[in-house]
């Protein structure tokens, strides 16, 4: 397996069962994805006006956090298992404060604090 070890909150280009190439964020954690075949992870897609940015399970993540060529949504309301083997090539390590507004949306999704009213 090319990618043994991903770490939480690196980002992938991967191709999970040969479909079209995409943009994934890491959101396991670091020994459970050593120890593992699947990490979970969420797509990064690009930021649209039609989605519903509003929403605490949506973190925008400017170019610079990155290091893709546009302004990326992740989608942290819909983690979903990928193979590691599906891991075509590390991108980037999302900076510290990046990090932490994901982390404050993965702890929303699993109930872990209280959705903002």
């Known amino acids: 397996m090319k990618f043994e070890r991903p770490q939480r909150f690196e980002l992938y280009r991967a191709n999970p ?6 943009h994934v964020l890491i959101l396991s954690d670091d020994v459970p994805n050593a120890l593992r075949s699947v990490v979970v992870a969420c797509a990064l897609d690009p930021a649209a006006k039609e989605l519903a940015l509003g929403l605490p399970t949506y973190v925008l993540l400017p170019r610079g956090e990155t290091g893709l060529d546009y302004e990326a949504v992740a989608s942290l309301a819909s983690p979903f298992t990928l193979p590691k083997n599906a891991l075509v090539e590390r991108l980037f390590l999302l900076p510290r404060k990046a990090q932490q507004r994901v982390d404050g949306a993965i702890r929303l999704v699993f109930g872990y604090e209280e ?3």
């Open 115 to 117: 959705w903002p009213v």
């Open 17 to 22: 069962q040969g479909l079209a190439d995409m």
